[in-house]
């Protein structure tokens, strides 16, 4: 397969003297027929239109490295990670076939990478070290009302035993008082009970040696399904279940505890367990699991080299009720966070000074009037500022949010999105918010070209943003793909049309920033494959790469290899023939994309000291805005045209 390189020249003379023999040689009824699409691939090959709009290669994958793209991250390697788990593909679900693949855009090669545990929907973010935390995934597919076959809920199980806890495998049958029968569907451990002493007191308020014990029941929860089908097993009242298999004092302090178990549709549910990608062994490690189940969870980084895990479906298809957990990359154990709400993937950029703002971008799941304010959430003293005033607050759900760079100046863009769960409704809308002010408000932004929801939004090297893809309606419904891409300008406060791509993204797709100064784009799950919507969609394996036009300028400035490794508040030297044209250094935290959700670029404007034959760059000192972690650094010249990046590990 050829590497996807910018050529210009070779266009020129293959595409563009290809194109004019033909139209020379063509009298006028041929060129009445002459095809618009032929005439377009010619006009888009020109070097006026590669320098002005930039260009689209599509690279298909080998058949047997193809997938399901659900996620996508930029490794320290240059490689990066796709993992589709099983892929919105309930029969690889059901087969425990799921994917990973690790592409290598330099060479254009693939590799497959085994893969654990069902990872879709999972939440993702890379450590100081460079390794990627993976956390969260599938334990079981929605159900839609009408193809329930049994009825299910969830089922709490209690322990009045204050000195051992005990695990109840999958398949753990529970019975209720009038014989109904229901069955765990996960594996699930209940802890021991909390046993206290409260001291009794005698006449005049003196205290007897012996004290009375109290115990309170711990509880688990698990999902079970009726063991009869259709409306047998429905049930509408609270019950007590005994435990099928339990004997002596275990039948009377282990139990089951009920509501409503019905044929309602049935959400999907997440997993607890958490895993390393390591990208040096390229494997797949597992770590400490975390205490909630999550499907559909953010990951963000905290300034400490920790990080928070927040939202996401549990293990009964429920939105996770503000339960977050913090990750120690150390002691590779989780712990309880502050508690707060959110909606799935919710957008959290990490602020200077340790604070997070949330921008408001989610990808859905939850009520339409809980969590959805935007807002900076102080995680030391759990306490949640709203930032009012951005418009069309009711239509983010699959709207794209970035950090706009550099990150110095602290103002986050809101891009596009659409109502809530499977309207219709969608918007043009932009808005800014400068989170340096004392009282942040959003500003109404430019609009994007026409209504969009899972827009890709890619920080560039010359601090502009990338925006591509998209649709109209939810999920590409009624063939509402747009091909159209833009580039927004912070200065102008404008955008600029960009070469469309060739290839319709919406729901599950990703775009990383690559070091070379590319862009690729990956994924997209139609529901529909017709205007129609008559033809089930087919999900989208290609991957399409964008050039930008810097690309097809003259020349570059080029940095030589030099120091792998930077303490913030320290410099780095890099020799460089380019030194005199070298304007701007920027150091930009690699992409870990799903849902349109990349919380983790970001790009950090660099004091830049030029010498003879070399420039040296200096990293902040402040970990807040510059978290631990490896970065690419790249340098621009005055035309903004970027040199291709150095990897460089901050510490």
Not at 194 to 216: F, M, N, Q
Not at 374 to 388: A, I, K, Q, S
Not at 570 to 575: G, K, N, W
Request: with cysteine; hydrophobic share 35%.
């Amino acid at each position: 397969m050829r590497a996807l390189r910018p050529n210009p020249a070779r266009r020129k003379t293959l595409l563009g003297a290809t194109a004019v023999a033909m139209v020379a040689g063509l009298n006028a009824p041929a060129l009445i027929d002459f095809s618009r699409s032929r005439y377009h691939e010619f006009k888009i090959n020109q070097p006026e239109y590669l320098a002005r709009y930039g260009h689209w290669d599509v690279a298909d994958m080998p058949e047997r490295f193809q997938l399901n793209s659900i996620h996508a991250t930029l490794l320290p390697t240059g490689k990066v990670l796709l993992i589709a788990g099983s892929g919105n593909n309930i029969r690889l679900f059901k087969g425990g076939a799921f994917k990973s693949t690790l592409w290598d855009p330099v060479r254009n090669t693939f590799k497959k990478i085994a893969t654990p545990k069902d990872l879709f929907c999972s939440g993702h973010t890379q450590l100081p070290d460079g390794r990627l935390l993976i956390a969260g995934g599938t334990a079981r597919y929605e159900v839609l009302r009408g193809d329930v076959k049994r009825a299910g809920g969830a089922m709490l199980i209690k322990n009045e035993d204050p000195d051992k806890a005990r695990v109840f495998p999958k398949g753990t049958l529970f019975r209720s008082p009038d014989g109904k029968e229901y069955v765990s569907q996960l594996t699930v451990r209940v802890p021991r009970a909390k046993k206290t002493k409260k001291k009794r007191h005698g006449t005049g308020g003196k205290s007897h040696k012996k004290a009375k014990a109290i115990v309170a029941a711990s509880e688990a929860r698990v999902y079970v399904e009726a063991t009869a089908p259709g409306r047998k097993g429905i049930t509408h009242t609270s019950e007590q279940y005994q435990i099928k298999g339990l004997t002596g004092e275990d039948r009377h302090n282990f139990y089951g505890m009920a509501n409503k178990l019905g044929l309602d549709k049935k959400d999907f549910q997440g997993i607890r367990e958490a895993y390393v990608f390591d990208p040096f062994t390229e494997k797949y490690l597992r770590t400490d699991s975390m205490r909630e189940a999550r499907w559909y969870p953010t990951l963000v980084g905290l300034a400490d080299g920790r990080v928070l895990a927040v939202s996401g479906l549990d293990d009964i298809g429920q939105v996770v009720p503000g339960k977050n957990e913090i990750y120690d990359p150390v002691k590779r154990t989780w712990s309880t966070g502050p508690h707060r709400y959110f909606p799935t993937y919710p957008s959290l950029f990490p602020l200077q000074g340790g604070k997070l703002f949330y921008s408001g971008s989610n990808a859905g799941y939850g009520p339409a009037d809980q969590g959805r304010a935007p807002g900076v959430w102080d995680l030391r003293h759990n306490t949640f500022r709203p930032v009012p005033g951005l418009p069309d607050p009711d239509v983010l759900e699959t709207s794209s949010s970035v950090l706009l760079p550099p990150a110095q100046d602290q103002k986050v863009m809101v891009l596009g999105g659409g109502g809530v769960g499977e309207s219709t409704r969608s918007t043009a809308r932009t808005a800014i918010v400068d989170l340096t002010s004392r009282h942040p408000v959003y500003r109404r932004g430019p609009d994007l070209p026409e209504k969009t929801r899972y827009l890709n939004s890619v920080i560039m090297p010359d601090d502009t943003v990338f925006t591509t893809g998209g649709s109209r309606d939810y999920r590409g419904r009624g063939a509402s793909d747009i091909l159209r891409a833009q580039i927004y300008h912070p200065r102008s406060h404008s955008f600029a049309p960009a070469a469309a791509p060739t290839v319709g993204r919406d729901y599950h797709t990703e775009a990383l920033l690559l070091p070379d100064g590319r862009v690729a784009v990956f994924g997209s799950d139609p529901l529909f494959g017709d205007k129609d919507n008559t033809q089930p969609g087919t999900f989208e394996q290609r991957v399409e790469v964008y050039t930008p036009p810097s690309l097809y300028r003259r020349s570059r400035p080029r940095l030589q290899d030099g120091i792998r490794q930077v303490h913030r508040g320290e410099t780095a030297t890099y020799a460089t023939a380019d030194a005199a044209r070298i304007r701007t250094a920027r150091l930009i935290h690699p992409g870990s994309a799903t849902h349109v959700t990349d919380v983790d670029q970001r790009s950090i404007a660099l004091d830049i000291r030029r010498g003879r034959r070399s420039v040296t760059v200096t990293v902040p000192k402040d970990p807040t805005l510059v978290p631990s972690g490896w970065y690419m650094l790249f340098v621009t010249d005055r035309h903004g045209t970027p040199s291709k990046a150095v990897w460089i590990h901050v510490r």
